[in-house]
């Protein structure tokens, strides 16, 4: 799929999208949480703006690549955090991400990198404890205590 994550912000920052995965237990919100492939922290599914898709279909298709997830996601960002992304020349790019929540329905058992992750299920409490952004860590605490739409 073509990216067009190469879109600079005024302060020449990347623009990305991520997926917020959650699903209830128990009337309580939970949070998928996945590792990235290299560091193995602990981070939600994000990736690059697509071609031919929307925002928040790009941040579906990479929870189902990175997570194994799929279900409705929200047309509306809940918000952005910035991180600053390690490249393999040793430089650093500043990357902004849009945030959509994505409410899942299926769980899949084997997915495009499943090979590459560990993913958990968490309290929002313990996902936001994990994060190492803090503008994360705010959007995920923020999400769980905004009531569910009837």
């Given at each position: 799929m073509?990216?067009?994550?190469?879109k600079r912000t005024a302060r020449s920052e990347t623009r990305q999208v991520a997926a917020l995965p959650w699903r209830l237990e128990n009337g309580?919100?939970?949070?998928?949480?996945?590792t990235s492939r290299e560091t193995r922290r602990w981070v939600i599914p994000k990736g690059g703006r697509m071609v031919g898709k929307t925002d928040p279909e790009a941040a579906a298709q990479e929870a189902?690549?990175?997570a194994g997830v799929k279900g409705d996601i929200d047309s509306q960002s809940i918000g952005v955090f910035r991180y600053a992304k390690g490249m393999r020349d040793g430089g650093v790019r500043q990357c902004v991400v849009s945030v959509y929540p994505l409410e899942v329905l299926i769980q899949m058992g084997v997915w495009p990198e499943a090979h590459?992750?560990?993913r958990r299920w968490m309290t929002p409490g313990e996902a936001a404890d994990l994060v190492?952004?803090?503008?994360?860590a705010g959007?995920?605490?923020?999400?769980?205590?905004?009531p569910l739409a009837d």
């Open positions: 073509a990216r067009v994550g190469s309580q919100r939970r949070i998928l949480m996945i189902m690549e990175e590459q992750r560990e190492h952004e803090p503008d994360l959007l995920i605490r923020d999400f769980a205590a905004t």
